[in-house]
Each structure stands twice: as structure tokens, then as C-alpha cells.
């Protein structure tokens, strides 16, 4: 009974020790979460690079369990410059968010806010994203999405398939090839709520099978094929 009670004691200690450095650390960023709201364009730029510097790469390293603490207080503001005008800002608030879900305790809490976010910038029917290089960073951080989330991307898969419809025919080779590589993983993390859907891809497909680009083609083909698999 006094092991018991002193390996309760040992968990609420570390318990109190993981907010505390949270604490400290969301205490020590909230002027940079402040200026990104900041008209300025070098303002919010310096908040997000002060943002990682605190936090991802604060030294000593935080654990999961305190970075997930920190991702959920960050992860809103964050999520708002997705769609800064400044490019380079929308690159760090992705990379920032991006490396926060593979390193926090529980990357998929965020799915709620992160989905609505990555539909408005890649799945409208006109291009929202301008930049290519972006388009494909949010196109990688979809697949990175789906191998973090498993079954629990039922309940996106409306959002996950708007998406794709367009990415498979972004005007950029990349991101057509990130969206089938995409596609297959969805298909084999959810075939049995994906098979419902997949006749809405088939056509986005069909169009880039004959892409000037052979690497492009035979993806389009091998995606195919694995949705086929997966169904049978």
C-alpha cells in the first residue's frame, strides 16, 4: 500500500512538473502568439520563427507530453496564417504545425480545426493557394495526416475526398503525385468507409493518366491498382 502510494506520488509530482514547464514556456511565447496578429509582415514573421525557437527547439527538449500541452494552445493561431498574404509566413505556421504532430502525445486532437483549414486552401474549385511550393507542402502534410490517424479518418473522409478531387489535378506534377500517393493510403487506412467514395476519384484519375509526365502516369495507374486491391 505505501509502494502504491508513493508511485501516485511519483505521477503527480511529474504531472505537476509537465504543467509547470508548459506553463513557462506558453508564458514565454504569448507576445510572439500576440504579433501574429500584427499587420506588419516582418512582425509576424519574427513571431513565428520566435515561436519555434521556444518551443521545438528549446533546450532542454520538451517531452511529448508538454509539447502537446503547448500544440494545444498554439495550434488555432497557427492555423490562421495558413492563409497569411506574406508566403513565407504561410511556410513557417505549415512547418511549425507540421512538426508539432510528429513529435506532440495525441497529433490528431487537431484534426478538427486542421481539416476545415486544408479543405479552404486546397479543395475549392479555384485554386486558393498561389504558391506551388505550398500547395505541396499541405498536399505532403495531408498524407502525413492520414499515416498519423488511421480509422479515425472516417469521420473526415468528406473533407479528405474534396480534397484530393482537386489536388489530383493541380496544374503541379508534384502535388499530382503527393494526392496519389495520398489517395492509396486512404484507401488502405479506411477501405471500408473509402470504397463508398472512390468512384469520386476515379474520374480526377482517369484525366491524369495520360500526363506528360511518366512518373505522373504510372503513380495514376499504381493508385488505381492499390484502390482496387484494397476493395476486393
Do not use: W
Not at 201 to 209: G, H, Q, R, T
Amino acid at each position: 500500500m505505501i509502494h502504491t502510494f508513493r508511485n501516485r506520488g511519483v505521477a503527480i509530482n511529474n504531472m505537476a512538473s509537465v504543467d509547470q514547464n508548459s506553463n513557462a514556456v506558453l508564458q514565454g511565447i504569448a507576445r510572439h502568439i500576440n504579433c501574429l496578429g500584427e499587420e506588419n509582415r516582418n512582425t509576424r514573421k519574427k513571431a513565428l520563427e520566435g515561436i519555434k525557437k521556444d518551443t521545438l527547439q528549446r533546450k532542454p527538449t520538451l517531452e511529448a507530453t508538454e509539447l502537446q500541452l503547448v500544440f494545444s494552445e498554439i495550434a488555432k493561431p497557427l492555423l490562421k496564417i495558413f492563409s497569411d498574404p506574406v508566403e513565407k509566413c504561410r511556410e513557417l505556421s505549415i512547418s511549425i504545425f507540421r512538426e508539432f504532430m510528429e513529435k506532440a502525445e495525441r497529433p490528431d486532437d487537431c484534426l478538427p480545426y486542421v481539416m476545415p483549414v486544408l479543405v479552404q486552401r486546397l479543395g475549392q474549385q479555384e485554386v486558393t493557394e498561389p504558391s506551388e511550393e505550398i500547395r505541396l507542402m499541405l498536399a505532403e502534410f495531408l498524407t502525413q495526416i492520414v499515416e498519423f490517424s488511421g480509422k479515425k479518418l472516417s469521420v473526415y473522409l468528406d473533407d479528405l475526398v474534396r480534397i484530393l478531387q482537386r489536388t489530383i489535378l493541380d496544374p503541379f506534377p508534384d502535388v499530382k503525385k503527393e494526392s496519389c500517393r495520398c489517395t492509396s493510403k486512404v484507401a488502405k487506412a479506411i477501405p471500408e468507409y473509402f470504397h463508398m467514395q472512390s468512384e469520386s476519384l476515379v474520374s480526377p484519375l482517369l484525366m491524369s493518366i495520360t500526363h506528360q509526365h511518366a512518373k505522373v502516369r504510372t503513380l495514376v495507374v499504381e493508385t488505381i491498382g492499390k484502390m482496387e486491391v484494397y476493395f476486393d
